[in-house]
């Protein structure tokens, strides 16, 4: 802080300290030739992974980046050197008797696969080691 003065006579001066502290955590607060300046603190920490802000109460803050884009068909991560990644879930379930897809707002879904093969001569089914099997069926009604 500077002092500020006042003279009295040529002989007689009172110095005042200026008070330039503005209670503010979020500025830097100091004194340029009598007059108050509030500079901004940087709250950048530099990290990635982090939401940086200032409180005025208790200074900077810097909140933990959840890196969520509410899309259930991505996993969300923060890498602290390149920020926030999203990887696509993998909602193969190994099961050759499913479809698997991904719905944004819903995640993996796997539907049963329809073995159908329009063949009214076969017995369509699903195996869940090798997939689909059409196994023949005897379609002969005995007229010719």
Avoid: M, W
């Amino acid at each position: 802080d500077k002092v500020a003065g006042n003279c009295y006579s040529s002989r007689f001066c009172v110095h005042t300290q200026i008070d330039c502290d503005d209670g503010d955590a979020c500025t830097t607060d100091s004194c340029d030739n009598g007059v108050c300046k509030h500079d901004l603190v940087d709250c950048d920490d530099g990290v990635s992974c982090t939401v940086d802000s200032c409180h005025a109460k208790v200074g900077c803050q810097h909140a933990i980046d959840s890196c969520c884009d509410d899309n259930y068909c991505t996993l969300d991560v923060c890498d602290p050197e390149t920020g926030c990644q999203h990887t696509d879930n993998d909602c193969d379930d190994y099961n050759p008797c499913t479809d698997d897809e991904c719905v944004p707002s819903k995640g993996c879904i796997h539907k049963a696969t329809c073995c159908c093969d329009e063949n009214e001569c076969t017995v369509d089914e699903c195996d869940a080691e090798i997939g689909c099997t059409h196994e023949e069926i005897d379609c002969d009604d005995g007229n010719a």
